[in-house]
């Protein structure tokens, strides 16, 4: 076996990716992985953004990882924290000698008669090709481009002489200290983003078209910090990450099972946040039922606190076009600014913008659907790493690098050189990945592949129903196909799912 062929290629070294090394190194110690980096840092989402206030959409004690449990105080942790944390972890399990950096996965074909996939790669500055090869390919490369984050067209937006700038890209050198300031967007980004600028800005205006639910979250757990002060960290840790696991549950299935009820709840959370100086109605009433899309969490309420300090102005309009200072909108009213954020969100992308083959035959993404949610129907010994849309993403992750391990191990035990999910179920219909109203999901729903109406290919966003799947379910059944054959057979599934 030569320095570019492994048993198992990892794709991408964030957060999934370093845990998925961690698994790999542990799981199957005999397998050679390597991970393929695009950039010259690992910590993915978290390294490369760099704007003010960027800190977890989630809890530290679900998003970090169960076999290094996240003991610092703060559950809402900022992005720097974050990355120091990821780096700590493949420093501490030896995953950075894994880590080949500057190596960006374009395209990647299997063969069947040689069991392996053959990926090449964009090597260091000069983007020199290379291949390697390996038995199983993971992708852990999340969702979104990193090439640049997504802008709508905004009309004169060319006459604007101010500065304009999307958080995925955001400068170094910015100063924002007594200026007036525009968010565009009432996403998670636009929620951190705002209250960080508001402590130097003279004013910021969030800008919004449609409201977003909002919840107030303390930083420090109280609950948490109680139960590392009188046990062992580590069960702790786990007692806490169950407690947060259940919690969230239950007030997913709670919004989708009484949404009237919620809403009613959470205006009345924000009602008491805010007090008179907002009209609630007006900015945080969504046209849709609370978690229909993300409902935001807003650490120690400082969104609010920013609002009733006159620091934030809050605006629910439409933009009729940017002017030389600012921006009009439909209602007449033009808002002056010195900076406007567009914090209009990701431009969501399927494995990474990488292309595939199967013996020469071209994949079509969004005509095959997932097995489990993180294999693809009739595409052999590869798999991905989602995480949820309702919880914490390295819940779905940290399952999905365990199921690898247990299907490399298994075909291993058994002889076998390949895995494939078929379906042979002619009742199941294939629909839409996520069921989520967002904007930023569903202007890339037609570039995902499907779910089915059934299991094994029906995604739950369901970290019960998944731990029994992923963890203690077989490996074995009815869509999985296991092969012994190095020899390609005509499959009438394989023909339905790639094209010619």
């Not at 199957?28 to 800190?55: M, Q, V």
């Not at 050189?417 to 996520?434: I, K, M």
Request: charged share 20%.
């Amino acid at each position: 076996m030569t320095s570019r062929e492994y048993d198992v290629l990892v794709v991408g070294a964030g957060l999934s990716g370093i845990g998925a090394g961690v698994h790999l190194s542990r799981l199957c110690p005999k397998k050679s992985y390597a991970i393929l980096e695009g950039r010259k840092h690992l910590g993915g989402t978290w390294d490369l953004f760099r704007y003010p206030g960027l800190r977890s959409d989630s809890d530290m004690y679900t998003l970090g990882y169960p076999f290094r449990p996240w003991n610092d105080r703060k559950s809402i942790s900022s992005g720097s924290l974050i990355l120091k944390y990821i780096e700590e972890t493949a420093k501490e399990y030896g995953i950075e000698k894994h880590i080949l950096y500057e190596h960006t996965a374009l395209r990647a074909s299997w063969s069947s008669q040689e069991a392996r996939w053959t990926v090449e790669v964009a090597q260091g500055p000069e983007k020199t090709i290379t291949r390697y090869s390996c038995k199983f390919l993971y992708m852990c490369s999340g969702y979104y481009s990193y090439k640049a984050g997504y802008l709508p067209e905004f009309p004169g937006k060319d006459q604007y002489q101010g500065t304009f700038i999307h958080p995925q890209q955001w400068p170094e050198d910015l100063d924002y200290a007594g200026k007036q300031v525009i968010v565009i967007g009432s996403g998670a980004t636009a929620m951190t983003v705002v209250p960080a600028m508001a402590e130097k800005a003279a004013l910021v205006t969030m800008l919004q078209r449609t409201p977003t639910y909002c919840i107030a979250f303390p930083e420090v757990d109280p609950i948490a910090r109680a139960l590392h002060a009188i046990l062992p960290q580590r069960l702790a840790a786990s007692i806490n990450r169950l407690k947060n696991v259940w919690l969230a549950t239950l007030f997913f299935q709670a919004s989708r099972r009484f949404p009237k009820l919620m809403r009613k709840g959470l205006l009345a959370h924000v009602r008491r946040q805010v007090g008179d100086v907002c009209d609630v109605d007006k900015h945080f009433n969504p046209p849709y039922n609370p978690w229909d899309q993300r409902v935001c969490l807003i650490a120690n309420g400082d969104l609010f606190k920013a609002i009733r300090a006159g620091k934030v102005r809050m605006v629910t309009d439409h933009i009729e076009t940017f002017t030389k200072n600012g921006i009009k909108l439909r209602s007449g009213e033009e808002l002056q600014a010195d900076i406007v954020i567009a914090a209009t969100g990701l431009d969501l992308v399927p494995m990474g913008e990488m292309s595939f083959t199967v013996d020469n035959k071209p994949v079509v993404l969004n005509q095959v659907m997932t097995y489990k949610g993180m294999m693809l129907q009739d595409v052999p010994n590869m798999a991905q790493a989602i995480g949820y849309t309702n919880a914490s993403w390295t819940l779905k992750c940290e399952l999905t690098s365990q199921y690898v391990c247990r299907l490399i191990n298994y075909m291993d035990q058994h002889g076998y050189q390949f895995c494939t999910p078929r379906n042979h179920d002619p009742s199941v219909v294939a629909a839409p990945f996520l069921d989520f109203s967002s904007g930023y999901i569903q202007r890339a729903l037609e570039r995902f592949p499907k779910m089915g109406s059934k299991a094994p290919w029906k995604l739950y966003q369901n970290y019960v129903l998944d731990l029994l799947s992923l963890r203690y379910a077989p490996v074995t059944d009815k869509a999985m196909e296991f092969s012994r054959s190095a020899t390609p057979a005509e499959n009438p599934t394989l023909s339905a799912s790639v094209a010619d």
